[in-house]
Each structure stands twice: as structure tokens, then as C-alpha cells.
């Protein structure tokens, strides 16, 4: 690292600290030739892979901006659509590579989209999986209702067990 003020090649890290929810390490520096001192922002770069081979960096707002597409007309805020972005964002990071194909961004997009509105999830998946005909979404719905189903099974069986307790604990007293 060359100190900024005289341009000698190397620096003493004084402190780190993480900033940017961890995603950037802050150094404060010190240069053992003049003396002052400096701060950095240290982060790991993301870049993408779009279809037609030219790399970019990697970009929540891109990401937000094409969920929106989805989104239109549906009951999701601008900060949904941000955490939904974050959480994608940490994601790829956690696989640890420095590259990653913008369609298997696409695909990570997918989870955290289900959760947070299941017809935004369909528009998206139809580009994304692609759809080519009806029974491709006949398909895609009849998986979200089964897992719905098995979903509400599970909760109705949660709230059973949980009365059963309850009156358990209420005989235990008397």
C-alpha cells in the first residue's frame, strides 16, 4: 500500500475494523517514512458474467431493479426488494468465488423471491427456468400448492401438539 502523501510502498496497519455489514474491512494506516497517517476500505470484488462473455461488477441495484419487473402490481416494498437483494448478495459471497454467471444469479434470486411473494416468483421463474408452455406453469403451481399444503399440515399439527401441552400443563397444575 503507498502512502498517499509521500509515495512510499509500504504502511504499518495500525487498526481494522468491519464496516458495510462485514462486507468491507476499514485499516487505518501509518507510514513509517513520513509519519501520517491514513485510512483504507478493503473489500472483495464480485464481478459477473453476463451471456455475451463480458464481465461487470456484481450489483444489488441490478438485481432490484429486475425483481421489480416482477414485482409490479404485487404488495412489495422498495425494502423488501432491498433485503431480498442483500440476501441474495450474501449468498453468492458465501460460495466464495470471485466470478459467477449472471443466470446463476438469476437462480439464486429464486428462493428468497418465493418467500417474499409466490406470483413474483412465477414471473420471475418463467425467464429464469424457462418456461416454454402452460404445462411448464401448470407444473411450477402445482408444486407451490402441494408444498403449501404440507406446509399448513404442518402447521395445524404444530398448533395440536402445542394445545395438547397446554392442557397438559393446565391438568399437571390442578
Request: proline residues 4%; hydrophobic residues 35%; glycine residues 4%.
Amino acid at each position: 500500500m503507498f502512502c498517499p502523501f509521500c509515495r512510499y510502498p509500504d504502511s504499518r496497519v495500525v487498526d481494522s475494523r468491519t464496516s458495510d455489514d462485514g462486507l468491507a474491512i476499514r485499516r487505518r494506516r501509518q507510514c513509517p517514512q513520513c509519519g501520517r497517517r491514513f485510512s483504507t476500505t478493503e473489500t472483495a470484488s464480485l464481478s459477473v458474467i453476463k451471456r455475451s462473455g463480458i464481465v461487470e461488477p456484481f450489483s444489488r441495484e441490478k438485481i432490484v431493479s429486475g425483481v421489480r419487473k416482477a414485482c409490479q402490481g404485487r404488495p412489495v416494498s422498495d425494502a423488501d426488494l432491498a433485503l431480498l437483494a442483500q440476501k441474495v448478495e450474501e449468498s453468492i459471497r458465501a460460495t466464495g468465488v470471485s466470478q459467477i454467471d449472471a443466470n446463476d444469479i438469476g437462480l439464486s434470486i429464486l428462493p428468497p423471491l418465493r418467500e417474499l411473494d409466490e406470483v413474483a416468483y412465477l414471473r420471475f421463474a418463467s425467464v429464469y427456468q424457462g418456461f416454454d408452455s402452460l404445462d411448464d406453469f401448470e407444473a411450477a403451481i402445482t408444486l407451490l400448492r402441494v408444498e403449501h399444503d404440507t406446509a399448513a399440515t404442518e402447521a395445524t399439527a404444530d398448533v395440536s401438539r402445542a394445545e395438547v401441552t397446554d392442557a397438559e400443563v393446565t391438568n399437571a397444575e390442578q
